[in-house]
């Protein structure tokens, strides 16, 4: 929903405690769909237009007090979004903005505690937000695991990191990755994240940590390169959520894989043509090194197979055909599990990111043959693009509860959420750590 200047109104003068106020009008929000819940996203749309207005750098503002509109959670979230700003490269920064809760009448102790969940989701999403912004001679995947490590120590989370290098990547004989990593002078990282808040066989989340993406010898078209700073969305969501869950000490044991390298040209690159091994023994034919992503998580799916998964549910920026299919309305999801797909459902109806459900037909995954290899990394054919893509990665999981998240389309933000600034998203990590609430009271 987005809340048009006329909905809010700033006042001053009236309070000697509130020396500026700001009313935005909680529009009810008319759609047919039951995607979401639209009473708590027009919570958050006003609470974003409220705040937005208030946290401007001419308002000189430093502290807002947010009422909770009958929704503290969805406005505690609202609240941390809006205010966000990726300055961190700036020399000038503007002062920070605090928000804070302000109840206008008394409520029950459960308000405040969902005001900090909310808090809790929408911190981890900004988180992910910073770590896709930042541009990628700031962000080498050596740098994000030390951002990760840092923010581990910062925040006293229960979370612990295990950093493995090449070597051990290779002695993992992850071939498709190594084989994404070879055209780079940085070095890739594999990530693992762990988090044991349940005494069970783990949920792993799986992220795609391409940290800056020109496509390898397939190279992109220059115009909007930049942008590919942030096709490693997909770690940077997946480790955000993890931490998420952490402050939030959901009862559920956590796994989280993130292969982290650079996709570039060099006379070391991966050549079109070439035919590479996963770590499962399965060879690819490479015709496109910008169809990358899916090499790196085929090693990674493969990996969390060795932890026993309960479910595993892998996130990336991976086609431009998801974003051409879905735009940014919607995450496109694919899933082997109807119970999992309804937990991912509900969690993107609560948190108001949605997801879609898109097909697994086995005549997609025939589009994969290859005369070289066991299988060819693009399709042969012009269309389905995504769908061949999470095709592909069905070959490298043997758990039967598996969803892949494309969210290419997502990657940036529009003007549809007026609590989400333009700007990368980290969209959808407040979703999946609903999921994992949800599948924590499964468990």
Not at 183 to 198: D, K, N, R, V, W
Not at 369 to 394: C, E, H, M, W
Request: glycine share 8%.
């Amino acid at each position: 929903a987005v809340v048009s200047t006329q909905s809010t109104g700033t006042f001053y003068g009236l309070h000697e405690e509130y020396p500026v106020v700001t009313l935005s009008v909680v529009d009810k929000i008319k759609e047919d769909s039951s995607s979401r819940d639209n009473d708590a996203e027009a919570v958050r749309a006003a609470v974003g237009a409220g705040v937005s207005a208030l946290s401007s750098a001419e308002s000189g503002l430093t502290e807002i007090l947010v009422d909770s509109a009958s929704n503290a959670h969805a406005a505690s979230e609202a609240a941390q979004l809006s205010v966000y700003k990726f300055d961190a490269l700036k020399t000038k920064k503007e002062p920070r903005v605090v928000v804070s809760q302000c109840e206008l009448e008394k409520l029950p102790g459960a308000c405040n505690s969902a005001w900090a969940c909310g808090s809790h989701t929408a911190q981890a999403q900004n988180l992910a937000r910073y770590l896709m912004e930042m541009p990628a001679n700031h962000m080498t995947p050596a740098l994000f695991v030390e951002t990760i490590q840092d923010e581990i120590a910062r925040s006293g989370s229960k979370v612990s990191a295990v950093v493995r290098d090449k070597a051990w990547i290779t002695e993992q004989k992850m071939g498709a990755f190594l084989s994404v990593s070879q055209g780079s002078t940085q070095p890739p990282y594999f990530l693992e994240l762990h988090y044991a808040g349940a005494d069970s066989d783990p949920v792993c989340l799986v992220g795609k940590g391409v940290t800056f993406d020109t496509g390898g010898i397939s190279i992109k078209p220059s115009k909007g390169m930049d942008a590919m700073r942030a096709d490693m969305g997909g770690a940077a969501c997946a480790a955000s959520a993890t931490l998420g869950a952490a402050a939030l000490q959901l009862p559920i044991n956590l796994v989280t894989l993130i292969p982290l390298c650079e996709n570039m040209p060099s006379g070391c690159a991966t050549k079109p043509g070439d035919v590479v091994t996963a770590m499962n023994g399965t060879t690819i034919q490479v015709d496109n090194t910008d169809a990358e992503g899916r090499l790196i998580l085929a090693d990674a799916l493969c990996y969390a197979d060795t932890f026993n998964p309960t479910h595993v549910i892998d996130m990336a920026t991976l086609t431009g055909a998801m974003a051409i299919a879905l735009g940014s309305e919607a995450v496109g999801t694919y899933s082997t599990c109807d119970d999992l797909w309804s937990a991912l459902e509900r969690a993107g109806h609560a948190s108001g990111d949605r997801l879609w459900r898109m097909p697994l037909f086995k005549e997609y995954g025939d589009l994969l043959k290859s005369r070289t290899a066991d299988v060819n990394n693009i399709s042969a054919a012009p269309y389905g693009g995504s769908i061949t893509a999470a095709k592909f990665l069905q070959r490298f999981t043997k758990c039967s509860k598996w969803a892949h998240l494309d969210i290419a389309g997502v990657m940036d933000s529009t003007d549809s959420m007026s609590y989400l600034p333009k700007g990368m998203s980290g969209r959808p990590t407040r979703t999946v750590i609903q999921a994992l609430r949800l599948l924590a009271n499964d468990l």
